[in-house]
């Protein structure tokens, strides 16, 4: 599934201009809150006409000004997940998951899909219970399911996770993840939340001010994020777990990592996410410090940030590519330059399951 977005939107003051192609995966819209994140999927969803443009998916289009074309929401076959759940109180969570499948009766959608979507997100548990007694991320649960048993050809998530808190947030991810992996439904996801896309995105769309930045993979695209956002995505697999003190190692390109215990068996490929502002550099390997994560590698470019204070480290750990942010002084102290030898010691790491 391609999706083709060329839009220039205007509402009261506030100017939308977006132009990508999204490839198939989980595509996130990535940016701060009053960038335009949401007006760009209503407008992909049919709630917003847009003032000029044109929106395609896979060759169809959508929305095309020029030539007046403009596709109602209810016959796109687009599934719209919102901030919150939006299930019919009065009816049970089977009787939700029914509704959704009722939009496609038309296409020959079998009765086993239902339990397919049902083991996919875990709530066979929850079929005969009311709306008002499920949690939060099981409510969102229920309405992903009631969106795929619509059988839509696009999957649209608006901010899925932002009402809820951070446990919650923790028991809905890994199944947003098989959704991802299994479901084979294009997503697009918006999202603010860094942690989130470094862990979904297949691809991401930054937005800044009502304008497209940058496309790209998630790995290319937070290497050249703003600010507390930058930061490095790398791929790993499980290699043991320390039950002592509660750690897993994980083994990657740049070498070893040592997180808290995951709750993934050994050979189960994860996706590591380091914050440029938790890496500190060293000349030499460091004794005697409290942090776990030491890797060796070497400076491939030192970028300095607007203001001359700071400056963006590009590391080269083994074909692994990590960043840190530093202050000009401490380059200039340690005398850092292309190619210098360093040990990049990593304060923290988060990570997630793939």
Excluded at 179 to 199: F, G, K, Q, T
Excluded at 210 to 224: I, P, Y
Aim: charged share 25%; with cysteine; glycine share 8%.
């Amino acid at each position: 599934m391609t999706l083709e977005v060329d839009v220039d939107h205007r509402r009261g003051d506030f100017r939308l201009q977006a132009h990508f192609a999204s490839q198939p995966g989980l595509t996130a819209l990535f940016g701060r809150s009053g960038s335009g994140k949401t007006s760009l999927v209503d407008i992909v969803g049919g709630l917003i006409r847009p003032t000029r443009g044109r929106v395609a998916i896979d060759g169809q289009v959508l929305v095309d000004s020029e030539r007046d074309v403009f596709v109602p929401a209810h016959k796109r076959r687009i599934g719209y997940v919102f901030q919150e759940g939006r299930l019919f109180p009065h009816l049970s969570v089977r009787r939700n998951l029914l509704y959704g499948r009722w939009f496609a009766k038309g296409d020959g959608v079998a009765a086993s899909d239902l339990s397919s979507v049902v083991e996919l997100l875990g709530i066979g548990h929850l079929l005969e219970r009311a709306p008002a007694g499920l949690s939060g991320g099981e409510k969102q649960r229920v309405a992903i399911g009631r969106a795929l048993l619509a059988k839509p050809r696009l999957l649209l998530m608006d901010e899925p996770l932002a009402s809820l808190d951070e446990e919650r947030r923790a028991e809905i991810l890994p199944f947003i993840e098989r959704l991802r992996d299994e479901a084979r439904v294009p997503i697009v996801y918006v999202s603010h939340s860094v942690a989130e896309v470094a862990r979904l995105a297949t691809t991401v769309v930054l937005l800044a001010d009502g304008r497209v930045t940058e496309v790209g993979r998630v790995q290319d695209v937070l290497a050249h994020a703003d600010d507390a956002d930058r930061g490095s995505v790398v791929d790993a697999t499980v290699l043991a777990h320390d039950d002592a003190f509660k750690l897993t190692t994980l083994s990657s390109m740049a070498g070893e990592l040592q997180v808290p215990r995951l709750a993934a068996e050994p050979g189960t490929k994860v996706r590591a996410y380091i914050r440029s502002r938790d890496v500190m550099l060293s000349l030499a390997p460091p004794r005697d410090i409290s942090a776990l994560n030491v890797l060796a590698g070497r400076i491939a470019r030192i970028e300095p940030l607007g203001n001359g204070a700071q400056s963006d480290v590009a590391l080269d750990c083994n074909g692994a590519q990590l960043s840190a942010r530093l202050t000009t002084k401490s380059v200039q102290r340690l005398q850092l330059t292309p190619g210098s030898g360093v040990y990049a010691v990593i304060k923290s790491v988060s990570f997630d399951r793939r």
